[in-house]
């Protein structure tokens, strides 16, 4: 495998770090929730595997196109220009479907915004740093997965 490790060029290392950071991140919580009821607080949170499909295809779909850099650079020079397509399709993929999870995560406070009745009872929820660092790695697996499909000798207008 050493021998063709050197086959893998730095777009392609990027895709395989967004594919590790993406799963390294998928067990991070991807959703917070907060609640305080005269003065007991208490804290939710979901990782990617429990914050719905969105969530954990994202990840899956990016853990994908980091072996299929692997798997590519195992078998020959390099990857073809259809197999960056494809690469990038995933990229491009996971970056929408987390982008629409996130959006579509319900509100634990019902869409009032972070609730305050003088401090008896406050509710607030979000997104938790492993969404922020999901969106991280599939923003960087689609800018690599650009740069290495256009390296493959092609234009993404035709």
Same mark, same amino acid.
């Given at each position: 495998?050493?021998?063709?490790?050197?086959?893998?060029t730095?777009?392609?290392?990027?895709? *395989?770090?967004?594919?590790l950071?993406?799963?390294?991140?998928?067990?991070?919580?991807?959703?917070?929730? @907060?609640?305080s009821?005269?003065g007991i607080?208490r804290s939710?949170?979901w990782?990617?595997?429990?914050?719905?499909?969105?969530?954990?295809?994202?990840?899956?779909?990016?853990?994908?196109?980091? *072996?299929? *850099?692997?798997?590519?650079?195992? @078998?020959?020079?390099?990857?073809?220009?259809?197999r960056?397509?494809?690469?990038l399709?995933?990229?491009?993929?996971?970056?929408?479907?987390?982008?629409? @999870?996130?959006?579509?995560?319900?509100?634990?406070?019902?869409?009032l915004?972070?609730v305050?009745?003088?401090?008896?009872?406050?509710?607030?929820?979000?997104?938790g740093?492993?969404l922020?660092?999901?969106?991280?790695?599939?923003?960087?697996?689609v800018v690599?997965?650009?740069?290495t499909?256009?390296?493959a000798? @092609?234009?993404?207008a035709?």
């Open positions: 495998m050493a021998g063709s490790d050197a086959r893998v730095a777009p392609g290392w990027v895709v *395989v770090g967004a594919g950071l993406a799963y390294g991140s998928s067990f991070l919580p991807w959703r917070t929730a @907060r609640f009821v005269l607080n939710l949170s990782d990617a595997w429990h914050a719905g499909s969105g969530a954990w295809l994202s990840v899956l779909l990016l853990v994908v196109a980091g *072996v299929l *850099v692997l798997v590519s650079a195992s @078998r020959g020079p390099g990857l073809t220009a259809s960056s397509l494809i690469m399709g995933l990229s491009v993929l996971a970056f929408v479907t987390l982008v629409l @999870r996130w959006v579509t995560f319900p509100e634990a406070d019902g869409g915004g972070d305050d009745v003088g401090g008896a009872f406050t509710v607030s929820s979000g997104a740093v492993g922020y660092l999901g969106l991280v790695a599939a923003v960087g697996a690599a997965s650009l740069v499909f256009r390296a000798g @092609r234009n993404v035709g």
